[in-house]
């Protein structure tokens, strides 16, 4: 007997995000100033998987995205620099953040050429369009001949 697409023969991507095999966050998830990551969504539909990162306060230009080999990348590092001079004195003010997280995505899942991103109000979608043969398929009658 066949398994039906939904029962454990294929899990779907919530099955092994949760059970941490879509993530390995001990080797590839970082941030050097030591400040929290931000936070993300990840949905499936039919169609895509979709990452939201939530990063307020950031513009595009500050992220960098890369798909290699079936991981998905998402970093970004920003500099802060603000100095002030007035007669007896300099102020001068500088931060430094940076963050990297990395999703691994399930062999032959995606088709990576078509990978898009969009920041809009504080949250980077990130949309990663599934492979045709591994899209939902209606069911179909067989003729018996």
């Known amino acids: 007997m066949l398994a039906k697409r939904n029962e454990s023969y294929f899990p779907s991507i919530f099955d092994r995000f949760w059970n941490n095999e879509l993530m390995d966050w001990n080797r590839s998830n970082f941030s050097s100033t030591n400040t929290s990551l931000p936070a993300v969504n990840v949905k499936e539909t039919d169609d895509d998987f979709v990452i939201e990162l939530a990063a307020p306060g950031m513009n595009k230009k500050d992220f960098k995205i890369s798909f290699n080999n079936n991981i998905l990348t998402i970093s970004s590092e920003m500099k802060d620099e603000k100095e002030e001079k007035d007669d007896d004195y300099t102020r001068k003010e500088f931060s430094y953040q940076s963050f990297q997280r990395s999703f691994?995505?399930?062999?032959?899942?995606?088709?990576?050429?078509?990978?898009?991103?969009?920041y809009n109000e504080g949250i980077l979608n990130i949309v990663l369009p599934k492979r045709e043969e591994v899209k939902p398929q209606p069911e179909r009658e067989i003729k018996i001949s």
Request: glycine letters at 6%; zero cysteines; a neutral charge.
């Open 104 to 118: 691994t995505v399930p062999d032959n899942m995606v088709n990576g050429d078509k990978i898009s991103a969009k």
